[in-house]
């Protein structure tokens, strides 16, 4: 079902761009250019051949990253050279003379200074698509930014004063992000030197084996009070029984609807997670690999003086980490927006109201990570990664 989605998707926006180059180039490419565009999806329909003919295994790994990087990144041009051309369209309708008005692309071959007006902005913006491509490629796989923050609860139990965490959140491990990135991740979040390490969802990015890369590139990295995860929604994309098997079985704990109660200095800390709303949907087809998030379940039998600190992936199921006396919540999801091509406004906003960043509920805190990795378009703009070292204060 999703290939199928993804596949609608990847047509639709080929066919505007086969449109739009229509318009853009003389008539003498016109005829080459749908195999123009055929040549360069062949490693994306490779790429999907493999995984529908079942050949997507680990060992498979490294030749479909190779192939869908391309694909994908030549998608991320696409999308780009059609969002800069229509701001190219908008801006030609505002300030062109009132005599060439027309009303739809149809016209076009009948308004020659429409027509011009494309020929002309063809090169320019097909060099914008791709420098925001070359950037964007840039900003998605350079070092994370590392958020370092003191967060402080005057009811803190003393014990937990001083207790140093890393949240990392939208690994997306698969054909997007590699062993290397992956790595490198590791390497940074280890210097940090935290105590606690805590995933908050999407972990891989749609298939279960892609956890596999994750789990090595975090061997051997064992924080004294221990390593911890929920899963995302595209966590549930497929099965999830591998991924919490892999995961306990590699020593990170998985809380979904759980907790775990850690000690630290004679005091208690409380770590929960709510199980993602997708697990009420797996595979859009209506499996159900779970009921979603059940703040009741997860906070059975909780020793009252424990501070209670919830991983919960989506931030807008806020209320339901609240509703487990939640005081601080960690959550992800939203990438920041991942590409915010407009300056001022993030496309997270899309999605709902809290966007990355410290939100507050009277004494209860809520820190949305952009997270790490990509989805989609292997680019970011304007929302760099972040890893999140966060150090528990009393005052
Ligand atoms: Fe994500």
Known sequence: MLFLIALAL??????????????????????PLPWLLFFFHLPLILFAGLRTLGLGGHSALPLLQFLSRIGFYF????????????????????????????????????????????R????????????????????????????????????????????????LSDLHAGPLVGAKTLRRWRELTERERPELLLFTGDLVD??????????????????????????????????????????????????????????????????????????RN???????????????????????????????HRPNEWEEALAAGARLTLSGHTHGGQINPIPGFSSARLIGPRIQGLYRDGPDLLYVSRGLGVVGLPIRIAAPPEIVIITLRRT
């Open 282 to 312: 797996g595979r859009f087809a209506r499996l159900v690999y779970g009921p979603g998030p059940r703040p009741a379940e997860a906070t059975r039998d909780l020793p009252s003086d424990a501070f209670r600190l919830c991983m919960n």
């Open 120 to 167: 002309t902005s063809a090169v320019a913006s097909t060099g914008a698509a791709m420098a925001f491509g070359v950037v964007g490629a840039q900003e998605a796989f350079s070092d994370p930014e590392i958020t370092r923050l003191e967060l402080t609860f005057p009811d803190l139990p003393p014990g937990l004063d001083g207790l140093r965490l890393a949240q």
């Open 206 to 279: 749609s298939r279960p084996e892609e956890l596999e890369p994750l789990l090595i590139a975090f061997q051997g990295f064992h924080p004294p009070l221990g390593r911890f995860a929920v899963l995302g929604n595209h966590d549930y994309f497929d099965d999830p029984g591998p991924i919490w098997r892999d995961l306990e079985g590699a020593g990170i704990r998985c809380l979904e609807n759980a907790a775990a109660l850690i000690q630290r200095g004679g005091s208690t800390l409380a770590l929960l997670g709510l199980q993602d709303p997708m697990a």
């Open 75 to 118: 998608q991320a041009f696409t999308v780009m050279h059609l969002i800069i051309a229509m701001l190219g369209e908008w801006g030609w309708r505002i300030f062109r003379k009132p005599a060439a008005e027309v009303d739809s692309l149809e016209e076009a071959p009948v308004d020659p200074s429409r027509r011009a007006f494309l």
């Open 10 to 31: 990847i047509l639709l926006v080929q066919w505007l761009h086969l449109r739009l180059l229509c318009l853009e180039l003389p008539d003498r490419f016109h005829r």
